[in-house]
């Protein structure tokens, strides 16, 4: 995932410690957060990281928030800079606003919410600045030369998103899956996707969009459970100015932004029986009302929802509608969790090491067999996006060519010993032999467990076992036990 596509990301230089965790805290929900304490932390974050956002303040130590943004300024013009300070301070910042390119001057003490829209506010101009230089550059190309990167960017996200780019190995229950989405993905049926959270919801139903008739059109994303009624009625339908506290112009919604293409509705499980009755309206009628609008507007939209939730024991229960339900489940394919396919473990970990590194992390060469071995047997209650972040909290980590199994954290490691133990428990009770023989194998598999754990460090695995470096140096050469 590119996160510089996605979620914004602000950079909080403060150098009391309290409020730089209370900024955090108020932004991270929102924001990619990164925090500094000096102007000299935050220049070495600036050139490690993607940073639209500079939210700083004016009374530090060594150099003063004013002359850190001036030279932000200079070096990183397209960021989005703010300062936050006490009244006894404004003459200060005043008089270097412009000379370092300050959109708001924040006063302390500083409100959450107020704080968090004003931010919000920040992105928004970051991305009409990237939007404008986009533009500009564009009215500067020739037809051809815009309909050639055009069509080049098509191309591009349908070899990303296509049914053949969901990453599975040869034997993968997702094969079957995929089938049936390539068969009806060419067809205008309502599609719900199930699964639990993490699975590649989005992408499936990305991967049906681009394979469709619709290609050609939008691809739109709503998180339903993220908003409360009213805000996902105005992100969906639209609305006009003076709808509502805080429309200040009209907003064209998610429904006609996805005209003639596709609008992939998450977590539709969650939405209000109110909110259901104004939806499946919209799906009936083929068309929607923006909010405070006294005409419906016509869309053509292909709906593509997804859920966590059973929703057939919702629609017993009353919780969903019933007459919903059968609108947008006119095909229901589910995902299945990784632990139903612990197959296509080795392959995801690989693609999204590559993805992470292609995001200016240090490169390695891979993973090692022991590393693998330890990511097969956990179960992954997170699925995809749990070991997305693992792969990326081992790239944090290393400090090798290779990503080690000692890298994986404690609740990894252990649950991979605890099951290779209930499977070696398993084996050695139907084996013949002495209990002696027996016992010795489990040892191995218990002295290689502590070994992993420690990543391969002697004297702390034989501390936690109890063991002298020497007994635990003729254990390894009795059972054969090395680094893999």
Known sequence: MNSQA??????????????????????????????????????????AEFVQIILCDQRMPGMSGVEFLRQVRAQWPDTVRLILSGYTETEDIIAGINEAGIWQYLLKPWHPEQLLLTLKGAARLWR??????????????????????????????????????????????????????AKVAPHDLSILVTGESGTGKELLARAIHYASARSERAFVVENCGALPDQ???????????????????????????????????????ETSPAFQVKLLRALQEGEIRPVGSPRPVSVDVRVIAATNRDLEADVRAGRFREDLYYRIAGMTLHMPALRDRPMDIAPIAANLLERGQANGRRRVKGFT??????????????????LQNEILRMLALTDGDWLEAGLLSPRVLHAAAEESQERDIALLTGLDGSLK?????????????????????????????????????????RYGLEKT
């Open 6 to 47: 996605t979620v914004p990301s602000v950079l909080v230089v403060d150098d009391e410690v309290r409020s730089q965790e209370a900024l955090r805290r108020t932004l991270e929900e929102e924001f990619v957060v990164f925090t500094a304490g000096s102007a000299e932390a935050a220049m070495q974050v600036m050139a």
């Open 128 to 181: 009409l600045q990237q939007d404008n230089q986009r533009l500009t550059l564009e009215l500067r190309e020739s037809p051809a030369q815009v309909q050639a990167r055009v069509v080049a960017k098509r191309m591009e996200a349908r070899a990303r998103a296509g049914l053949d780019r969901l990453t599975r190995s040869a034997d993968s229950p997702l094969n079957g899956l995929c089938d049936l989405a």
């Open 231 to 269: 805000l996902l009625e105005a992100e969906l339908f639209g609305h006009k100015r003076g709808a509502f506290t805080g429309a200040y112009e009209d907003r064209i919604g998610l429904f006609q932004q996805a005209d003639g293409g596709t609008i992939f509705l998450d977590e539709i499980g």
């Open 369 to 386: 067999a022991e590393a693998l071995a330890c990511m097969a047997a956990y179960r992954w209650p997170g699925n995809v996006r749990e």
């Open 437 to 477: 023989e027996r016992v010795e194998q489990l040892e191995a598999r218990i002295i290689k467990e502590v070994l992993v754990r420690h990543r391969w460090n002697k004297t702390r695995a034989s501390a936690e076992l109890g063991l002298s470096r020497v007994g635990l140096r003729q254990k390894l050469a």
